[in-house]
C-alpha cells in the first residue's frame, strides 16, 4: 500500500497532463476526467488511511534524483500521521471544489484548461506534503506557487488580475529565497536534505545555524502563508476564481506554511527563539487580519484576511512548540472545512448575483437561497467559536494553549488570540448580517455590468460540496479534538502534544471567556448592521453605500465614543500599513527595480565606442582591483 | 654558419601524438576542409545537401570517436602533442557538451522548411538595399559556406576547452570566434542590423583578444612559459614579483569574461544576438558559452588555484555585476530575443560562482549547468525562430501576446524553457542552480549564494512576464504566426526541450560523468 | 611570439647596458611612442597608417638591437613591408578623402575615454616598472644557439612544442581567406548577376533584347549636357529612345516642349496672323 504511494501523486499530474496538453479534443470530458482523478486519489488516501499503521514514518525512495559527490538528493515519499492528514484533505476538499466548480465554471470557455491547473495544483500540493525531503518539498512548494499564479490570473482581462498574479508571484519569490536559503545551508551543515538525515543531525550543528534555519523556513512560511509581513497578496489573490479562493487560497495551499513548521518540528524543538518569532508572528498577523477584515465591503476580501487571521492562529499554535503543532494542524483541518464551506457559499452568492462582491448590493438573500445561507450559517458559526461546532474546539485550543504560556507571553499572545477572537465575531457577523439579512438592497440598484439582480439557488452540483464541507464543519471540532483524537494520531509525527501546567489562566475560564468575547463582537455587529438597518432610510441613488456607511458608524454616539472611532482609528491604520507600508515596500521595490533597469539601459548606447569604452572601464577596475588586493 | 649546418643536421623530434584522443577534434575540423572543397568543386545546388551530410556525418563521427574513446581512457587524463593539449575527463565531458550542441544548432541552421532557403542570405557580397538585394530576397539559395564555417568554430572550441597552455588558447580562441563574426553577418532579413551586429562582435572581439594576448605576454614574463602548469609551479615559488602575475591574469580574465557575456564585458551580448540570424545566436549562446567556461574552469583550476585568495574578491565582483545587469536589464527588455541575451549574462554570473568554487563539485556542478543551460537555451532560440511575421522574425515581445491561443503546443514548450532558465523544479535548470550553488556554499561563498538567489528570484520574474503575455493577453489581430517547424528544426527544438526535461528528472547520470575526473595537469 | 614577450619582459632589466643601445633606446622608443600616438589623433587615415608604420620600424630595430634578427626583419618585412601596404592600398582605392565623421555626438565619451584610457596605461606601466624592477637580468641572448631568438631555434619549436598551435593556425588562415569570399564575392553568372559583355551581345543577337544595338545615349550640345536633354537623329528630330523614362516622368511638361521645339512641329507665328499664339507664349513661360 505504502510502496505504491506515488499513485496518490500520479493521478492528478496524469489529468494534468491529459487536460494540458490534450487541448480542445478533451473539452468535453475533461472537467470530468478532472475530478476522477481527484477522487481517485482521495479514494487510495482514505484506503491508505484505515489500511496502514502510522506509528512510524515509512520512507520510500522512488528514484535518485540529484546524487552528486557528497550532495544526495532522492526524489521518496514520507507516509507518516501528518503527510496522510495532509494528503485527506488535500483530496478530500479538493475533490468537492473540484465538483462545485464544474457548476461555478460552466459559462467559462477554458474550463477544461481550468480544470488542468486544479489538477496540476493538486499533484503539486501532494508533493509538497508526500516529498520525504526538504528538496522534494521545494518541488512541490514551486509547483504549487506556479499554479496558484496562473489561476490567480484566470481572468486575463483584468488588469487587476494580472497585477494580482504578479503580485503574489513576487512575494512568494521573497519566501521562496527563504526557503532555499534554508535548504543550502542544512546542505552545508547536515550535508543532507532528506527529514530523515536532517532531524538526526539537526542537533550536532551550532545553535546560531539552527536559529537561522528555523528564521529561513520561517520567512518561507510566511511567504506561501500570507502572515506578516508578506500577507498583502493573498487579499488580491481573491481576483481568481471562487473555487481557486476557496481551495488554495482558503483551506490547502496557503496553509503549506504551517505544515512546514510542523514538519520541521525537530528543527524548531531546538530553538526557543525561532518559536518565539513564530509565536509573535502569528500573533501579530492574526489581528492584523482580523482588524483589516471589518474594513471591507468586498465579500472575498472580508473572507481573504480572515484566512490571514486564521492562519495567524496556526502559526501561534506551531510557534508554541510541543503544545501546540497538533492543536495548529487541527484547527488546520477545521478551517479547510468551514472557510472552504464560506468561500464556496460566497461563490454560490457571486453566482448569483452576477459575480457581484460589493455586500452592501447584497441583503437579504436567506430567503432567494436557502441551502447556501444554511451552509454558509454553519461555517459562521463554526468560525466564530460557537459552542461545540468545529471552530469552537480548534481555536479555543489554541487560545488556551497560549494563555498556557508562562509570564507575558501568557498575556501577551494569549490576549491577543482572545481579542481577535471578538473582532472574528465581529467582521463576520457583519458579513452574514450585509449578505442574508436585511433588506433586499439589489431590487432598486443594477450589477456594475448594468443588469438586473436576480438571485436563486445554485445547482445541486455546486450546493452538495457545500453541504458536506457544512456538515464538516459543525463535527470536525469535536471528533478531532475530544479525547485528543488527533493529537494522539499525529504524536509520532510531531511529538505528544504537552500540556502546559503553570499558565496566566486556568484552562477551565478561557473557552467560557472565549465565548463571551466572540459573543460582544457578534452583539456590537447586530447592534450596527442588524438592528440599526430598519432606521437607514431607503437609499434613493446608487451612491447610497457611503452615506449608509457613515450613517451606522455615526450613527450610534456610544458605540462611537467607546468602541467605533477607536476600532476605526485601528482599522484605517492596519489599512494603511498594509497598503502603504508592505504594498509600498513590495511596489516600491518593483519600481525601483524598473526604473534602475531604465537608467541602466541608457548605458547600452548601441554605439561600439561605448561599448568598448565600459569594457576598458571594467578592465581598469579588474586589474586594479587585483594589483591592490595583492599589495594593500 | 657551422652552428646552422650543425642544427639541421640533428632532425627534430616530432612530438608524440594521441591520435585516438584528439580524433573527435581531427574530425571536425577535416571536416570543414572538406566542406570548404565542396564550396569549391560542387555545383550549387548541390552544396546545401552535400554539406547538411558532411556535417551531421562529421558531428556524429566525431561522437562516436570521443564515445569510443571515452571508454578506455585513463581517468586521470592524458596530455598528448608536447602538452599543448589535455586530454582529460572535463574536456571530454565539454567534447560531449559542444558535439551534442552543435548537432541541435546545425539542425536549426540546415533548415530550410521555415523560410524558403534557410535564415541566411543567398549573397552577402550584395550590399544591402540595392537591386539585386532585393531581388535576392526571393532566391532559395544560401551562403553554405556557414556548414564549414560552424565546424570551424566547433573545432576552434574543443582545441579551447583542452587547451593547456595560454598561447594554443589564444590561437583556439582566435580559430572559435574568426567564424562566429562571419556567420552573424550573414542573416537573410534584417540585414544591416545582421552586419552591425558582425561588425561590433568583430570589433569588441578584437579587443578583448587584445587583452588576451597582453596579459598572456605578461604571464609568460612572470613564468617564463605559457603552458599552465609551468604558471602554476611559478605561483609556489616566491622569489618572482607577483605584479605580472596579477595584471596578466586581470587581462586574461578580460578576454575570456568577454566570450562568456560575462558583465561587465556583455555589451556585445544583446545587440549581437539580436542581430544574428536565429540559428547563429542559438550556436552562439549554446556553445560560446560551453567553451567559454571550460577554458576559464581550466586556467583558473590549474594555473592559478593557489593564488585564488587573491583573484577570488575580483570574481565575486564580477559576478555580481554580471547578475545585477542581466537580472535588472532584462526587466525592461521588449524584444524576446534581448531578453534571452540578458537572461545569459545573468546566468554567466551564476556560472561564475561554479567556476571560481574550484573544488570537485564546484568543477562537476558548473559543467552540469553548462550542459543543461546549452540545451535549454539552443531550444529557446529554435522556437523563437518559428513565430514570424511578414518581415521575418516576430521578436517584439507584443507579437508574443496571446500565443497561447494560436498555437498552444508552442506556448508550452517555451514556457517549459522558460521555467528552466528561471530554475523551477524538475527542469534542468534547478538542478543546475542546485548544484552550483550548493558547491559554492560548502567553499565558503555563502553571500555570494544569497545574492545570486536573490537576483534569480527577480530574474525569473520576466521569464514569468513572458509566459503571461503568451497565456493572459489577447491576441493582436495583425499578430505573427507560427511555422510549421520542419523536421530538422522539429528535431532540434525536441533535443533541447527533451534533454532539459531528462536532466531536470534524471540528472544522476549526467552528473556521475561530469564529475567522474579533474584537470590533467602536466 | 613567445620569445617576444621573453626580450620585452627582460629588456628594462638588463642592467649592464651599453651606451650604443642605450642611445638608439632612447632615440627609438620616443619615436615608436609619438608613432602610436601620431595614429590615433592623426585625422586622416593614411596618415594614421603612415605613423603606424613608423611605429612598427622603430619596434623592428629595437627587436634587432635585441639581438633578436629575425623577430626584428620579420617585423620590417612582414608587418611594415606587405600588411602595412596592403592598408595603404585598400586606403587609396577607398579614396583618401573618404574619412568618417568625427564629431562626437555620446556625451561624455571622450572624456571618458581618455581617462580610462590613461587609467589602463598608468595601471599597467606602474605594475610593469614594479616587476620589472626586481627582476633578475636574463643572459644576454645568443641567435647562434638552438635557444637564441633565430629562425632556427623558432623553427623548432614551431615543429615541436608548438607543433599543434602552428598547425591550428590554418584553420584560422582558411576562416579568414573563405570569409573574405563569402563577403565580398558576388556570383555575376548567376541569374541574378550582371553579364558579362559577351553574354549580353549574344544575348541582344538572340533576340532577348528589343533591339541588338545599344541604345542611343542622351543628346549632348553646346547648350547641355544633362541626359535630360534628348538626343536628335540625323533628321533633326528626337530619338524617343534616349529619353530616359524616369526623367521624363519628372518634367514631363518641360521635355514635351523641347522635344515638339526640336522636332520643328511647334506652331510657329501665323504670318497672317496680328499677334502669336497664345498657346505658344504660354509654353515659353512654363519653359
Known sequence: MIASSWLLVAFPALGALILLAGGKRTDAWGHLLGCATVIASFVYGLVLFFSTSFDQASDTTLYSWIPVGALQVDFGLRIDALSVIFVLLITGVGALIHIYSIGYMSDDANRRRFFGYLNLFVASMLILVLGNSFVTLYLGWEGVGLASYLLIGWYQDRPTAATAAKKAFLMNRVGDVGLALAIFLMFKYIGSTGYAEVFAGIGDIPPAAITAIALLLLLGACGKSGQFPLQAWLPDAMEGPTPVSALIHAATMVTAGVYLIARAAPIYNLTEDGRLVVTIVGAFTLLLGSIIGCAYDDIKKVLAYSTVSQIGYMMLAVGLGPFGYALGIAHLLTHGFFKAGLFLGAGSVMHAMNDEVDMRKFGGLRSKMPITFATFGLGYLAIIGFPFLSGFFTKDAIIEAAFGQEGWRGWVFGGAALLAAGITGFYMTRLVLLTFFGKQRWREIKSSDGRDFHPHESPTVMTAPMIVLAVGSVGAGAWLILGDRLADFLAPAVGPLAESEHGVLPHAIVPWLTVLISALGVGLAWMLFGRKETAVERPQNVAWPVRAARKDLYGNALNETLVATPSLWATRFAVFLDNRGVDGAVNGLAAALGGGSGRMRRLQTGFVRSYALSMLGGTVLIVAALLMVRFS | ?522 | MTPTALFLAQAGADATVSTGEAISFWVLAPIAVAGALGMIFARNAVHSALWLVLTMLSLGMLYLIQQAPFLGFTQIIVYTGAIMMLFLFVLMMVGRESSDSVVEVLRGQRLAAAILGIGVAGVLAGALTRALADVTPAPPLDPWTPEGGAAGGLGRLIFSDYLFPFELTSALLITAAMGAMVLAFTDRHGKTGKRSQRELVEARFRGEYERPSPKPGPGVFATSNSVATPALLPDGSVAPESLSELIESTSAAKLSGERKQVAGDTPQPDAHSLTGSEEQSEERENS
Not at chain 2, 581512457?73 to 565531458?93: C, K, V, Y
Not at chain 2, 539580436?274 to 540559428?279: D, F, K, L, S, V
Request: glycine share 10%; aromatic share 10%; hydrophobic share 55%.
Open chain 2, 1 to 522: 654558419m657551422n652552428v646552422f649546418l650543425a642544427q639541421q643536421a640533428d632532425r627534430i623530434e616530432l612530438p608524440a601524438i594521441d591520435y585516438a584522443a584528439i580524433l573527435p577534434m581531427l574530425i571536425i575540423l577535416g571536416a570543414a576542409c572538406i566542406g570548404v572543397l565542396f564550396e569549391a568543386f560542387l555545383p550549387k545546388h548541390q552544396r546545401w545537401p552535400g554539406q547538411v551530410v558532411l556535417t551531421l556525418l562529421a558531428i556524429a563521427a566525431a561522437g562516436v570517436a570521443l564515445g569510443a574513446y571515452v571508454g578506455g581512457s585513463p581517468a586521470e587524463g592524458t596530455t598528448t602533442l608536447s602538452g599543448t593539449l589535455s586530454i582529460d575527463r572535463p574536456a571530454l565531458f565539454l567534447w560531449g557538451t559542444l558535439l551534442a550542441l552543435a548537432l541541435g544548432a546545425v539542425l536549426l541552421i540546415a533548415d530550410r522548411s521555415i523560410e524558403p532557403g534557410g535564415a541566411f542570405v543567398a549573397q552577402a557580397g550584395i550590399a544591402p538595399g540595392t537591386v539585386q538585394d532585393r531581388a535576392q530576397v526571393g532566391s532559395t539559395g544560401m551562403q553554405t559556406e556557414v556548414f564549414p564555417l560552424a565546424l570551424f568554430a566547433l573545432g576552434g572550441m574543443m582545441a579551447f576547452c583542452s587547451a593547456n597552455d595560454l598561447l594554443t588558447m589564444f590561437i583556439a580562441l582566435e580559430v572559435l570566434s574568426l567564424p562566429l563574426y562571419l556567420m552573424c553577418g550573414l542573416a537573410r532579413r534584417r540585414r544591416l542590423l545582421s552586419q552591425e551586429a558582425a561588425v561590433k562582435y568583430f570589433l569588441l572581439g578584437a579587443f578583448a583578444s587584445a587583452f588576451f594576448l597582453y596579459g598572456l605576454a605578461l604571464l609568460y614574463g612572470y613564468a617564463g612559459s605559457v603552458k599552465l602548469a609551468d604558471i602554476a609551479n611559478a605561483t609556489a615559488g616566491t622569489d618572482r614579483s607577483d605584479t605580472l602575475l596579477f595584471a596578466g591574469l586581470g587581462l586574461l580574465m578580460v578576454g575570456l569574461l568577454f566570450k562568456g557575456s560575462v558583465g561587465p564585458f556583455h555589451t556585445w551580448t544583446p545587440d549581437v544576438y539580436q542581430g544574428a540570424p536565429t540559428p547563429v545566436t542559438a550556436f552562439m549562446a549554446a556553445c560560446t558559452k560551453v567553451a567559454a567556461f571550460g577554458g576559464m574552469l581550466r586556467v583558473l583550476t590549474v594555473a592559478f588555484e593557489s593564488t585564488s585568495w587573491e583573484w577570488r574578491g575580483v570574481l565575486w565582483g564580477v559576478a555580481i555585476v554580471s547578475m545585477l545587469i542581466g537580472a535588472v536589464l532584462g526587466l525592461t527588455q521588449t524584444d524576446v530575443k534581448r531578453m534571452i541575451a540578458y537572461s545569459s549574462i545573468a546566468h554567466a554570473g551564476f556560472l561564475l560562482i561554479g567556476t571560481m568554487a574550484l573544488t570537485e563539485d564546484g568543477l562537476s556542478g558548473t559543467l552540469f549547468y553548462l550542459l543543461a543551460y546549452g540545451f535549454t537555451t539552443l531550444a529557446a532560440f529554435g522556437v523563437i525562430s518559428l513565430v514570424r511575421d511578414s518581415t521575418g522574425e516576430a521578436t517584439h515581445l507584443s507579437a508574443w501576446a496571446g500565443l497561447a491561443k494560436r498555437s498552444p503546443l508552442l506556448a508550452a514548450v517555451f514556457t517549459f524553457l522558460l521555467l528552466a532558465l528561471a530554475g523551477i523544479p524538475l527542469t534542468s535548470g534547478f538542478v543546475g542552480k542546485f548544484v552550483v550553488f550548493s558547491a559554492a556554499l560548502s567553499d565558503g561563498m555563502a553571500p555570494l549564494v544569497v545574492i545570486a538567489l536573490v537576483f534569480s528570484a527577480v530574474a525569473a520574474f520576466f521569464y514569468l512576464r513572458v509566459v503571461v503575455l503568451m497565456y493572459f493577453s489577447e491576441p493582436a489581430a495583425d499578430g505573427p504566426t507560427v511555422s510549421v517547424p520542419g523536421a530538422f528544426t522539429t528535431a532540434a527544438i525536441t533535443l533541447g526541450v527533451a534533454v532539459t526535461l531528462l536532466l531536470g528528472v534524471l540528472p544522476a547520470f549526467a552528473l556521475d560523468w561530469a564529475g567522474a575526473g579533474g584537470f590533467a595537469i602536466s
